[in-house]
RNA sequence: GCCCCCAUAGCUCAACUGGAUAGAGCAGCCGCCUUCUAAGCGGCAGGUUGUAGGUUCGAGUCCUACUGGGGGUACCA
């Protein structure tokens, strides 16, 4: 059930009168029906008024009064009324209320209609690349794909979710350069995928230091020049008169000087990366024993690819190893994928793919790599290197292949980073060429993961925040709150409440933002268990548990057989139309993949709940019919916020 | 150079895709636990939505220019 929706339908065959049937136009006009943006307008308005008039060369409150002679609004609206320039505020009759909160009731759906174009949605999300550490940045793809999966999922669309794994890329080959040269036996015996992860590590950091050493004097001299430019711009700033000439050239020096402070940053990095080697002795000497070592990792990748037995068997090796320890973070998180499907799943298929675009003409060698050139792009997609090797492009369009064959797709959402845009753009581009356009292919990006100082988050040491560190974190102060709270609280139940309100918090930080907006990470907000925050919900759905616990009434015997619903008070009302509203925030979710809408609505539950929490005490409830009806407002809410919770993949628990 | 995002309260973010008086949470101040769990509630204070124009009945939202920040830009993912 959809109050916003039965609306529409009421007025639409009204509307479609006035614009001679104009399908997308009479869409138009009723997508200007909405939940009134004030309360005391009423619970919904209809502003389609305005451009009506407009476009008829009537008043729009004229224009509003005609729709409503001809719109039956009885039995749905107890008031309908024109406001200002021509609002139609609407008020919900509260026997419909009364109905729809009873249908709610006895359902386990809380009364929310599946789809009636049901799809078939693949999401891709995580996607972490396998043998490096999992890093805070990795939870934002994670948190709002699995979301997203779980709530297209529950209004009646199929969708399955795949984490395409980065398990065949360059990281391997440091894994494999560092095991062959620096492994330690005992260490990897031990702990392998502590040593798999210093390994790691520890050739980047070479690379790093001799890429550093050969950019180190090109970067110099480039400061330098920029230096010499800017003394000069500014001895001609102080010789020139004319005002316009002066303007001009500070516009010049201010380029330059944010030239230079690029400049200087990228030097800055390169003598820490000199630095952090050359001031340890032990890595100075692996360094001098391994100046080759950026081309040999190529090499063990590129002999990987190629079929070496010994790197094959090392990899086959390594890999479930890496799963195993990311899926421990997967278990934390509660997050489930139907497949992972990594990059060497489509590892055989990807020669022929770059063939048949080639022999039908939409790609073509250049500069001896194999491309495909786009309109209104100023590079080609490149899907073969001119080593022979192909790209994540060339497995990103094996996969949109692989996914329209055999799960026939009507929908890919890649849940990744706005940094890869222009990646997805020309991907999309060259598998509508290939032939696959009929399927919605879209980028759910989200913004950077920034640090307090607004760049990309990076600890001082340059390692970014590890996964496993920042949920042992949360759970620690959600552990610490709930001891304070309850006093000799037992050791399991302690650790399950810190569980499930730690990593719910943290998931919600992530949710509850707009995923457009990049994120500047602190550590507190993440981490807080006030405000606007998952504890804040789950506080909410436990006391409804802890007032039924109180007031001794059973809600379930009340879901199929309901007393009549009383509105003694305001709050009553407005939370029972709230709640009828989950429906309408499920669907707003779904218009452009914003998990964060949700939030929004469950937040104003809550505040609306705790409201009535506050003014109508069930306790001191005199009358039994009115009781019951408040208990079943409680029941209601505590399952919407349930349900809610659980489509973000978050818990709840009957006592905090 | 070219292209893409972003700029809203001291801080971190919303604003249902053009609607009525721009909202929350932190932080600050004042109240509320002998009253169903104070991880809560009520109140105060905080804004020329980066700047200047434009479009229209109506702009934080759309257009233009500018300023500032981030990202991308031929063989990394």
Same mark, same amino acid.
Not at 273 to 280: F, K, L, P, R, T
Not at 346 to 374: H, P, Q
Not at 516 to 545: C, P
């Given at each position: 059930?959809?109050?916003?929706?039965?609306?529409?339908?009421?007025?639409?065959?009204?509307?479609?009168?006035?614009?001679? $049937?104009?399908?997308?136009?009479?869409?138009?006009?009723?997508?200007?029906?909405?939940?009134?943006? $004030?309360?005391?307008?009423?619970?919904?308005?209809?502003?389609?008024?305005?451009?009506?008039?407009?476009?008829?060369?009537?008043?729009?409150?004229?224009?509003?009064?005609?729709?409503?002679?001809?719109?039956?609004?009885?039995?749905?609206?107890?008031?309908?009324?024109?406001?200002?320039?021509?609002?139609?505020?609407?008020?919900?009759?509260?026997?419909?209320?009364?109905?729809?909160?009873?249908?709610?009731?006895?359902?386990?759906?809380?009364?929310?209609?599946?789809?009636?174009?049901?799809?078939?949605?693949?999401?891709?999300?995580?996607?972490?690349?396998?043998?490096?550490?999992?890093?805070?940045?990795?939870?934002?793809?994670?948190?709002?794909?699995?979301?997203?999966?779980?709530?297209?999922?529950?209004?009646?669309?199929?969708?399955?979710?795949?984490?395409?794994?980065?398990?065949?890329?360059?990281?391997?080959?440091?894994?494999?350069?560092?095991?062959?040269?620096?492994?330690?036996?005992?260490?990897?015996?031990? $702990?392998?995928?502590?040593?798999?992860?210093?390994?790691?590590?520890?050739?980047?950091?070479?690379?790093?230091?001799?890429?550093?050493?050969?950019?180190?004097?090109?970067?110099?001299?480039?400061?330098?020049?920029?230096?010499?430019?800017?003394?000069?711009?500014?001895?001609?700033?102080?010789?020139?008169?004319?005002?316009?000439?002066?303007?001009?050239?500070?516009?010049?020096?201010?380029?330059?000087?944010?030239?230079?402070?690029?400049?200087?940053?990228?030097?800055?990095?390169?003598?820490?990366?000199?630095?952090?080697?050359?001031?340890?002795?032990?890595?100075?000497?692996?360094?001098?024993?391994?100046?080759?070592?950026?081309?040999?990792?190529?090499?063990?990748?590129?002999?990987?690819?190629?079929?070496?037995?010994?790197?094959?068997?090392?990899?086959?090796?390594?890999?479930?190893?890496?799963?195993? $320890?990311?899926?421990?973070?997967?278990?934390?998180?509660?997050?489930?994928?139907?497949?992972?499907?990594?990059?060497?799943?489509?590892?055989?298929?990807?020669?022929?793919?770059?063939?048949?675009?080639?022999?039908?003409?939409?790609?073509?060698?250049?500069?001896?790599?194999?491309?495909?050139?786009?309109?209104?792009?100023?590079?080609?997609?490149?899907?073969?290197?001119?080593?022979?090797?192909?790209?994540?492009?060339?497995?990103?369009?094996?996969?949109?292949?692989?996914? +329209?064959?055999?799960?026939?797709?009507?929908?890919?959402?890649?849940?990744?980073?706005?940094?890869?845009?222009?990646?997805?753009?020309?991907?999309?581009?060259?598998?509508?060429?290939?032939?696959?356009?009929?399927?919605?292919?879209?980028?759910?990006?989200?913004?950077?993961? +920034?640090?307090?100082?607004?760049?990309?988050?990076?600890?001082?040491?340059?390692?970014?925040?590890?996964?496993?560190?920042?949920?042992?974190?949360?759970?620690?102060?959600?552990?610490?709150?709930?001891?304070?709270?309850?006093?000799?609280?037992?050791?399991?139940?302690?650790?399950?409440?810190?569980?499930?309100?730690?990593?719910?918090?943290?998931?919600?930080?992530?949710?509850?933002?707009?995923?457009?907006?990049?994120?500047?990470?602190?550590?507190?907000? +993440?981490?807080?268990?006030?405000?606007?925050?998952?504890?804040?919900?789950?506080?909410?759905?436990?006391?409804?548990?802890?007032?039924?616990?109180?007031?001794?009434?059973?809600?379930?015997?009340?879901?199929?057989?309901?007393?009549?619903?009383?509105?003694?008070?305001?709050?009553?009302?407005?939370?029972?139309?709230?709640?009828?509203?989950?429906?309408?925030?499920?669907?707003?979710?779904?218009?452009?993949?914003?998990?964060?809408?949700?939030?929004?609505?469950?937040?104003?539950?809550?505040?609306?709940?705790?409201?009535?929490?506050?003014?109508?005490?069930?306790?001191?409830?005199?009358?039994?019919?009115?009781?019951?009806?408040?208990?079943?407002?409680?029941?209601?809410?505590?399952?919407?916020?349930?349900?809610?919770?659980?489509?973000?993949?978050?818990?709840?628990?009957?006592?905090?």
């Amino acid at each position: 059930m959809n109050a916003l929706h039965e609306l529409k339908e009421k007025f639409r065959p009204i509307i479609a009168g006035f614009v001679a $049937d104009d399908v997308s136009k009479t869409d138009a006009m009723l997508a200007m029906i909405r939940p009134a943006g $004030d309360a005391k307008h009423g619970d919904f308005q209809a502003n389609f008024a305005m451009p009506m008039g407009k476009q008829t060369g009537q008043s729009p409150r004229a224009v509003a009064e005609t729709v409503l002679q001809q719109c039956n609004l009885s039995g749905i609206c107890q008031t309908v009324d024109i406001a200002g320039p021509g609002f139609i505020n609407l008020k919900l009759d509260d026997d419909w209320i009364k109905r729809q909160l009873k249908s709610a009731l006895a359902d386990s759906r809380l009364a929310v209609d599946s789809v009636t174009n049901a799809r078939n949605y693949i999401v891709d999300y995580s996607s972490p690349n396998v043998a490096k550490p999992m890093h805070v940045g990795h939870i934002r793809s994670t948190v709002i794909g699995d979301a997203l999966t779980r709530i297209l999922n529950f209004v009646g669309h199929c969708a399955k979710s795949d984490n395409h794994l980065g398990d065949w890329g360059t990281q391997f080959g440091m894994i494999l350069y560092g095991y062959k040269h620096f492994r330690d036996q005992e260490a990897f015996d031990s $702990d392998t995928i502590g040593e798999l992860s210093r390994l790691y590590r520890l050739v980047r950091k070479l690379i790093d230091y001799h890429g550093a050493r050969i950019k180190l004097v090109v970067l110099e001299t480039a400061l330098a020049e920029l230096e010499t430019q800017q003394s000069d711009l500014k001895q001609k700033q102080s010789e020139s008169q004319e005002k316009s000439a002066v303007k001009k050239i500070k516009k010049e020096i201010s380029q330059i000087e944010k030239r230079i402070n690029d400049a200087a940053e990228k030097l800055q990095k390169a003598t820490t990366a000199i630095d952090a080697v050359e001031n340890d002795s032990e890595l100075s000497l692996l360094a001098a024993a391994h100046p080759e070592i950026g081309t040999a990792v190529l090499l063990e990748t590129a002999k990987l690819h190629a079929g070496d037995q010994e790197n094959r068997d090392l990899w086959t090796t390594f890999l479930p190893i890496c799963k195993q $320890d990311m899926q421990t973070i997967y278990d934390r998180l509660d997050v489930e994928f139907d497949m992972a499907l990594g990059e060497s799943f489509y590892n055989d298929t990807l020669g022929a793919i770059v063939d048949e675009l080639e022999a039908k003409g939409f790609a073509r060698e250049s500069d001896g790599a194999m491309c495909v050139f786009l309109d209104g792009f100023e590079t080609p997609m490149i899907i073969r290197k001119k080593d022979g090797a192909f790209l994540y492009s060339t497995t990103d369009l094996a996969t949109i292949k692989y996914r +329209m064959d055999n799960f026939d797709a009507d929908a890919c959402l890649y849940v990744v980073d706005h940094r890869q845009h222009e990646h997805f753009e020309k991907l999309f581009a060259v598998a509508a060429l290939w032939g696959y356009d009929e399927a919605e292919l879209k980028h759910v990006s989200f913004g950077t993961v +920034m640090g307090k100082d607004g760049k990309p988050f990076q600890t001082r040491s340059g390692d970014t925040v590890g996964l496993a560190g920042l949920l042992n974190e949360a759970e620690k102060r959600a552990a610490d709150i709930a001891r304070e709270l309850n006093e000799g609280i037992e050791a399991d139940e302690l650790k399950e409440n810190a569980r499930v309100v730690g990593i719910g918090s943290l998931k919600y930080a992530d949710l509850s933002q707009n995923r457009a907006s990049d994120y500047t990470f602190d550590y507190e907000k +993440m981490l807080a268990l006030k405000g606007n925050t998952a504890a804040y919900l789950q506080y909410g759905y436990a006391r409804v548990q802890g007032i039924l616990r109180k007031v001794e009434v059973d809600p379930r015997p009340l879901r199929d057989a309901p007393v009549e619903f009383e509105f003694e008070t305001e709050i009553e009302r407005a939370l029972a139309v709230q709640l009828l509203r989950f429906e309408e925030a499920l669907s707003d979710v779904l218009i452009d993949y914003k998990p964060n809408l949700l939030c929004n609505y469950l937040f104003d539950l809550g505040q609306t709940f705790f409201k009535f929490y506050d003014q109508c005490s069930l306790k001191d409830t005199q009358s039994e019919t009115l009781k019951h009806s408040r208990v079943q407002l409680c029941d209601l809410t505590a399952r919407t916020i349930k349900t809610g919770l659980a489509l973000l993949g978050i818990g709840v628990l009957d006592q905090m």
